[in-house]
């Protein structure tokens, strides 16, 4: 099992930045990836970014160039760097990993942080 909590959401001007942050904790090996997921109200949860265990990144089209995802290995922390925030960009965000089992993938979510942005 792991473990993921996550931190940093709030409400912030339009332009504005913010950084959300989500430690995992449990059992952490054979991490696949991890990654932001959002959700806003009456949308299906999208990918947002993802960082893979060889340090390969995804972006959503809506946010390359303003968001970044970088990770701290040593505290086991994935961060999500969010510039230049819309409107649009409001949303629960979730943090997301994937962990290879024996014979099955797994995929363990945070509880969600709500960044709001708005005037």
């Known amino acids: 099992q792991v473990q993921l909590v996550e931190s940093g959401g709030g409400l912030v001007q339009p332009g504005g930045s913010l950084r959300l942050s989500c430690a995992a904790s449990?059992?952490?090996?054979?991490?696949?990836?991890m990654g932001w997921y959002r959700q806003a109200p009456g949308k299906q949860r999208e990918l947002v970014a993802a960082v893979t265990s060889d340090g390969r990144t995804d972006y959503a089209d809506s946010v390359k160039g303003r968001f970044t995802i970088s990770g701290d290995n040593a505290k086991n922390t994935v961060y999500l760097r969010m510039n230049s925030l819309k409107p649009e960009d409001t949303a629960v965000y979730y943090c997301?990993?994937?962990?290879?089992?024996?014979?099955?993938?797994?995929?363990?979510w945070g509880q969600g942080t709500q960044v709001t942005v708005s005037s």
């Open positions: 997301n990993v994937v962990q290879q089992g024996r014979f099955a993938t797994y995929n363990y």
């Open positions: 449990g059992s952490i090996f054979n991490i696949n990836a």
